[in-house]
């Protein structure tokens, strides 16, 4: 059986078609992923970004994933990680309104972090088979144990790369 996949118009991944698909994808997914990130490291724009690809048909290969990674580990081991971990331990000593700012200002570095992973990325062709295993990909270059997870964790991960975004 002979395909023919035409990847002539390649698609520059955008950083605000990224966010706007990831406030919808990430509440399906929160408490699994926000685990994960917790437990093994797994940066949740990352898999945000894999999903994104995916539904436009568009495969991130694995020296993409893996340049992904070191990108992301940078930003998030001097950025990050550390705001987070400060909003967490101050959580319980400070006032909802400055919790809420804190979280606002967090929310923004998350949104900078899309913005720097959809540049590091190189223009895609769409409608290749292939993006079905970016959500796979991405777990896999993260650290995350796979077989810790149930059918139904992955199935719901797996569920935010199927979504049809028009």
Request: net charge negative.
């Amino acid at each position: 059986m002979d395909i023919n996949i035409d990847t002539s118009d390649k698609i520059k991944l955008d950083s605000e078609a990224l966010w706007q698909y990831s406030l919808g994808a990430y509440d399906q997914v929160k408490d699994l992923v926000l685990k994960l990130q917790d437990d093994y490291g797994l940066n949740v724009n990352l898999l945000l970004l894999s999903g994104y690809a995916q539904t436009l048909g568009c495969a991130i290969d694995e020296f993409d994933m893996h340049s992904l990674v070191t990108q992301t580990k940078q930003w998030q081991t001097a950025i990050t990680k550390p705001y987070r971990e400060l909003r967490r331990e101050l959580k319980d000593t400070i006032t909802s309104q400055q919790y809420q700012a804190m979280l606002t200002v967090e929310l923004a570095l998350e949104r900078e972090e899309q913005w720097r992973l959809t540049q590091c990325l190189p223009e895609l062709p769409p409608h290749n088979v292939e993006a079905q295993a970016n959500i796979l990909s991405c777990l896999i270059v993260s650290g995350v144990p796979l077989e810790l997870l149930s059918q139904d964790d992955l199935a719901s991960l797996y569920a935010i790369g199927q979504r049809v975004e028009h």
